[in-house]
């Protein structure tokens, strides 16, 4: 099935705030550089899509919090993300939402950061952006201020890619739950029915972070490495 444009989606909670604040930095020229967001639920593809980005040596800068993509000057983000779901994200009485919102904080920033600091003359594919993580702190309970409103000030993408797959693919590409961690699914421990519910108000909720940009909503493909080109050719058109 070909990509399709989003023409119409949920109603936002919370409006976007001017983006001309501090959140909306520029980079060090004084301009913001051209980007795209790749984004989806959990067990989408992305990871995959990236992965094969990299390898066919793609003229965009790849920005990721992922372990695989963080130079090793900056691997504490890695150990920050590793130690939230661990020791917080299960731990729902033991810290609150604001704490784990904080400590979220740091890989949101890290990217807005990333796509800062590199040249401004090469356009960039951001992975997931704030949008991913925002909709995992709402799911926690972390209200939309102030932390929540200072992302959304974040500079703009100029599209969205956004790999649609459902919650029973999802689940299978998790190794029917083996793979999950606390902020993937609800209840105590991974079962088909907590994650289906969890991931369709993930996507019910990125949606609605994105629905003033322009989104290219990707239909589920089996193959990864088609998956891929076809993204590819998605940003190859938006960036050149």
């Known amino acids: 099935m ?9 109603h ?3 409006p976007h705030p001017s983006h001309g604040g501090p959140g909306g930095a520029l980079s060090r020229d004084g301009t913001t550089p051209r980007f795209l967001v790749l984004l989806g639920p959990d067990y989408a593809g992305k990871s995959s899509v990236l992965a094969e980005l990299r390898r066919a040596r ?3 800068r790849l920005v990721s919090v992922d372990d695989t993509f963080l130079a090793p000057e900056h691997a504490l983000i890695g150990r920050l993300r590793r130690d939230v779901v661990r020791d917080v994200a299960p731990h729902d009485g033991r810290w609150s939402p604001d704490f784990l919102a904080a400590m979220v904080h740091t890989a949101v920033v890290h990217l807005r950061d990333q796509l ?5 003359r ?24 102030p932390l929540l409103t200072w992302w959304r000030s974040f500079p703009r993408p100029g599209r969205v890619i956004y790999l649609d797959v459902t919650p029973e693919s999802a689940w299978r590409r998790s190794r029917e739950g083996a793979d999950l ?5 609800y209840g105590p421990r991974p079962e088909p029915h907590g994650f289906a519910r969890y991931q369709t108000d993930l996507d019910r909720l990125v949606r609605e972070e994105i629905r003033d940009l322009p989104v290219t909503v990707l239909a589920e493909q089996a193959d990864a490495a088609r998956t ?3 993204v ?9």
């Open 181 to 185: 961690n606390p902020l993937e699914h």
């Open 58 to 60: 793609a003229p965009w």
């Open 116 to 120: 800062l600091d590199g040249d401004p």
């Open 232 to 240: 590819r050719e998605l940003i190859t058109h938006e960036l050149g």
């Open 2 to 10: 070909p990509p399709s444009r989003n023409d119409a989606a949920p």
């Open 228 to 230: 891929a080109a076809t």
């Open 122 to 145: 090469t356009p960039a594919v951001v992975d997931s952006y704030y949008y991913k993580f925002l909709a995992k702190c709402r799911l926690a309970g972390v209200p939309d201020d």
């Open 12 to 14: 936002r909670t919370t």
